[in-house]
């Protein structure tokens, strides 16, 4: 007697059937658990929308259409992102601020009937926005075109990373950004300096978001790229990077030809149109093709300031004519003392000589990287080094020429500067470079243990995002550490990208954790799990 029992064995036919229909029924067991898993999910889900604040109920309503729900999403997204702005009273201002304000009317006057002014030292194109938006009336309209801009660019490139994406999901990424990052500092700011993290977004779509994204999308990414290139000169190269970038990633993991040359076409193509539009603009307002009409000498100042170009002019100054070397005991170790210190090179040239040093810069310039470039290379690589590590939003402080100037350049609501958190100088800049340094590093380890938790199941999208975030950020600290400055301002208009990225990192973790469950993010049971299906019984035939 085994430990069967009494129990006679089954034939081997009679076996194997049994054995079948023991698995169908697994089956159907399996199936039934995952669909009640599912249903659970599901009236979960329905629950916590009963509850869940008006605001966000608000898009739900179901008398409103799709449309309807992303206009209202990217309008409250907008808003999000200009809280800073909001809480100041007043959008904030930089010092450079007060030239974009001045210049606008006089760049549509030079347009339109040829009659001569100053122009500015800056890009016509921000000045143009600045004056089409305002229109004598309130600053208030540029800043939330500026977070309308970012907020369109955001969708699409989250949807990239999770195509399902919901309207509630994004505004939970876009409060988050906004009070953890320095995304809403640069938003509220009268500068083009957030458009450098809309050239990063719009390259992203361009170049990965073809199966998501509508013909209308990409095109709409298309010219957001083009204007958040041409509205600052340092925009074209971090441009040209990533377009490269993209154009290797595609190359080198996408196959065929065919599966690389249309993002290629895509992320080029607006750079030319870019790059087309800056020389027009050029020869319509100062009759010559350039991409950048006058302006100051900053790679002269900046290798004076570094020491090589100083010790080039002081040795050879006896032996060469160059206009500079009139001003030689004005020199400094700061750029910024060259350019705009009233006792600095170019404040105290006559406008003939001024005119001179711009026009001898690039010569002067390359005089100094032939007879020091180990030199010149070294105290790059310095200033690289720390453009890469600064971070915070910290110039944003009450600056005498805005308190000087803000009142004649827009007197419709200038005075109301005087009242704001930055005039009085109670921004809590301390605060948020703290809180911004802790989300840096909270974002890379979610992203690294993110990446390690799901190393083979990571989608390619998020991964070349992760690059071009990279890229991006290198590329920025080279152009703006090594060719102007070291400052935190220029590191903090895309340095906000790196929790955007780790954002993006969970939503593939919550996307994978749902697939790993069988269900969809509405609840209802994923592909796998819809084909486990109860195995028919059958009659065995031997």
């Known amino acids: 007697m085994s430990f069967l029992g009494s129990r006679e064995l089954p034939r081997p036919a009679e076996s194997l059937h049994w054995l079948v229909a023991a698995a169908s029924k697994a089956g159907w067991s399996i199936a039934e658990d995952r669909a009640r898993v599912c249903e659970s999910k599901e009236s979960m889900r329905e629950s916590t929308e009963t509850k869940r604040p008006e605001i966000l109920a608000l898009f739900h309503h179901p008398g409103l259409t799709s449309t309807t729900n992303r206009v209202l999403v990217l309008a409250l997204s907008a808003l999000l992102l200009c809280a800073v702005g909001f809480v100041n009273g007043y959008p904030l201002l930089y010092a450079d601020s007060i030239e974009y304000l001045d210049v606008g009317e006089a760049i549509f006057a030079k347009l339109g009937s040829g009659t001569p002014g100053w122009l500015g030292q800056r890009s016509p194109f921000y000045s143009i926005w600045v004056r089409v938006l305002h229109r004598d009336h309130s600053l208030w309209f540029i800043i939330v075109g500026q977070g309308l801009v970012l907020s369109y660019c955001l969708f699409p490139a989250l949807r990239v990373i999770d195509p399902k994406l919901r309207n509630s ?31 990063v977004l719009g390259m992203f779509v361009l170049g990965f978001g073809e199966r998501v994204t509508s013909a209308f999308q990409l095109f709409m990414a298309s010219a957001i790229v083009v204007f958040s290139v041409i509205v600052h000169t340092s925009h074209l190269p971090l441009a040209l990077s990533l377009a490269a970038t993209v154009g290797g990633i595609r190359v080198l993991f996408g196959g065929s030809r065919g599966s690389w040359t249309g993002p290629a076409l895509r992320v080029a193509s607006p750079i030319v149109v870019a790059i087309a539009l800056m020389l027009t603009m050029t020869v319509l307002l100062f009759k010559t093709p350039e991409l950048v009409g006058p302006h100051p000498p900053f790679l002269l100042a900046r290798v004076v300031a570094d020491g090589p170009g100083m010790d080039f002019l002081e040795k050879h100054c006896p032996d060469r004519t160059y206009a500079v070397c009139e001003y030689v005991d004005r020199f400094t170790k700061s750029p910024d003392d060259f350019l705009w210190n009233e006792e600095g090179v170019m404040r105290q040239a006559s406008t003939e000589d001024a005119e001179r040093i711009r026009r001898e810069e690039t010569r002067v310039v390359l005089e100094v990287l032939r007879h020091y470039p180990w030199e010149q290379a070294r105290v790059s690589t310095f200033n690289f080094a720390e453009q890469l590590m600064l971070v915070g939003p910290t110039e944003f402080v009450r600056h005498p020429y805005i308190d000087s100037n803000i009142a004649d350049v827009f007197p419709e609501t200038g005075r109301d500067y005087f009242q704001s958190m930055q005039y009085e100088g109670s921004l809590p800049h301390a605060s948020q470079v703290i809180l911004q340094r802790g989300a840096l590093v909270v974002s890379v380890i979610l992203c690294l243990f993110v ?12 991964l070349a995002f992760t690059i071009l975030v990279v890229v991006s950020l290198l590329t920025n600290s080279l152009i703006t550490g090594v060719l102007s400055q070291p400052s935190s301002r220029f590191q903090s208009r895309i340095l906000w990208l790196i929790p955007l990225v780790a954002a993006s990192y969970m939503l593939v973790w919550r996307r994978r954790g749902e697939a790993a469950a069988g269900c969809e993010p509405d609840g209802s049971p994923t592909r796998l799990a819809k084909r486990i299906e109860p195995a028919r019984e059958r009659p065995f035939r031997a």
């Open 169 to 199: 999901g994004f505004l939970a990424i876009i409060l988050s950004i906004s009070f953890c990052t320095s995304v809403s500092w640069y938003t509220s700011k009268l500068m083009p300096d957030i458009f450098a993290s809309t050239v």
């Open 451 to 462: 990446a390690w938790r799901l190393r083979d199941q990571l989608p390619a999208e998020i």
